[in-house]
């Protein structure tokens, strides 16, 4: 079974936010649409308020491999603009006739093919989408859910935990487990620290003491704040703080860990590929790594971080991996994930299952992936 053609090509923005269409029919409008989160720009007043206010706008990215006996496969990653061409201009013409079924050696080939430009960030995006596509066809070319290919599922539901700050929302929705994301940063010094803390304490006065709550930094802090932010949160039983610091910069995760060796903390969503994942189990700098399986490398590079993460004891639990049936599936596959992260960006009242009726949706905060073949029903015809 020979790659006939691989094809990318740029998702419909119902597709990439199924949600965006329904955010004026809940209750009131969903809790990111004027939210400040701090954020790696948060020192620059011009970009402070709002974090799409200095992101690209380039669109998803959707990518179908074929192979000679006529199988297909889709896949899907971000940030069209730059990846399409990769994998268009360079990476598909490169793979035509290769065996489809040898998805491993495709993974290294692909790591290889990009080395002139760099394995990490854009080129990570598009290995991701190939991969994911490569898995999606074999699976659908042996009639199995995509768990079952890569070797069963390891329980019977995946249970899960909502992103965002409509907190009451993801109450009633029975989720066990919240994860705020954070407001402030060192650009808001005293009073920040001062907000931050407050948010914190009135969401655990509303979620009361048997719900998880962990709290997203999305690399918005330094070594000092980080750690100054973390000793007032200490009486609200805070879980794993996340994603705190600039992704390269390891030797702030060296010293972060030092200087806080009992706070639990996760990262990885924007780590590409295996090597950083290798050092942080090494040195056991997180507690948690979070790759997004359609960013770090696709289900082969998860895979690979996932079995680094269980030799040191360390669990994944993929960024926004219940936001895809790709997620779910390397989730329910995986033995070391123990939870699922869904990042809820619906409006308040609008039950899940109207907003992603492409994909299962959490249950009572218990999800139960597509048994149908590969990923299950693909979000769009193409």
């Not at 899940?352 to 073949?373: H, T, Y």
């Amino acid at each position: 079974m020979k790659i006939k053609s691989i094809q990318a090509f740029a998702l419909p923005a119902a597709a990439a936010s199924p949600y965006a269409e329904k955010s004026s029919q809940g209750r009131r409008e969903p809790w990111q649409i004027h939210a400040e989160v701090a954020n790696p720009m948060s020192r620059y007043p011009r970009f402070k308020a709002h974090r799409d206010s200095w992101r690209s706008d380039w669109p998803g990215v959707g990518c179908v491999v074929e192979a000679d006996d006529g199988s297909r496969g889709f896949g899907a990653s971000i940030f069209a603009g730059p990846v399409i061409p990769i994998i268009n201009d360079h990476l598909a013409p490169l793979l035509i006739g290769e065996d489809a079924a040898d998805v491993s050696g495709l993974y290294d080939m692909l790591t290889r093919l990009v080395s002139p430009y760099g394995q990490t960030g854009i080129s990570a995006y598009a290995i991701s989408a190939i991969d994911l596509a490569l898995w999606d066809l074999n699976a659908r070319r042996q009639g199995k859910p995509v768990y079952e290919f890569a070797g069963g599922k390891k329980r019977n539901s995946i249970t899960c935990y909502a992103t965002g700050n409509d907190t009451d929302w993801h109450m009633e929705l029975g989720f066990p487990v919240t994860k705020l994301a954070c407001p402030y940063g060192p650009a808001d010094g005293e009073a920040g620290l001062a907000a931050n803390t407050d948010l914190v304490a009135r969401t655990r006065e509303k979620i009361g003491p048997d719900v998880k709550l962990m709290l997203d930094c999305w690399m918005a802090f330094d070594v000092d704040y980080a750690v100054a932010l973390s000793s007032r949160l200490k009486p609200y039983n805070v879980g794993w703080i996340e994603d705190c610091l600039i992704p390269e910069d390891i030797e702030a995760h060296h010293e972060l860990r030092r200087r806080l060796p009992h706070q639990p903390l996760a990262t990885g969503e924007h780590w590409y590929g295996t090597h950083m994942f290798a050092h942080a189990a090494k040195h056991r700098l997180v507690d948690v790594f979070q790759p997004d399986i359609c960013w770090a490398g696709g289900f082969t590079a998860c895979r690979r971080i996932a079995e680094i993460a269980d030799a040191a004891g360390i669990a994944i639990i993929p960024h926004a991996g219940m936001n895809t049936t790709f997620g779910q599936h390397f989730t329910l596959a995986t033995s070391n994930a123990p939870m699922g992260e869904l990042f809820v960006g619906s409006p308040p009242g609008i039950p899940l299952e109207q907003i992603a009726s492409a994909r299962p949706v959490p249950v009572r905060g218990e999800l139960v992936p597509s048994d149908e073949p590969g990923f299950g029903p693909w979000p769009l015809d193409v």
